[in-house]
């Protein structure tokens, strides 16, 4: 309820599985940790064909926040800007 989307946040890939990547975020303004899924679609321009190819459990990452769902307190998270590129790249 604290994040909003569009807005860009600091995390740490958790996780690989060949769908995505889990990153625990910490939601501005407090203490809380959750964590956000980035999919395989949205962790850059062009296809990926491995996430562990492009990510790695540990690593810090800029992600955007595409959706939030309250109630189960889950973030959808893109690591591409509105635009098309990625965070590094504006």
């Known amino acids: 309820e604290d994040v909003g ?17 889990f990153v625990m975020v910490k ?13 395989i679609t949205q962790i ?5 064909e491995s996430v562990a190819d492009e ?4 690593q810090e990452v800029k992600v955007r926040v595409t959706g939030v769902d309250p109630g189960a307190g889950k973030l959808s998270l893109s690591m591409k800007s509105e635009s098309g590129g990625s965070y590094d790249e504006e």
């Open 44 to 48: 850059k321009e062009g296809f990926v």
């Open 27 to 39: 939601v501005p303004g407090t203490e809380e940790m959750v964590e956000g899924l980035v999919h």
């Open 5 to 21: 989307p569009d807005e860009w946040l600091d995390g740490k890939i958790t996780s690989t599985p060949s769908f995505g990547a």
């Open 55 to 58: 990510l790695e459990v540990g």
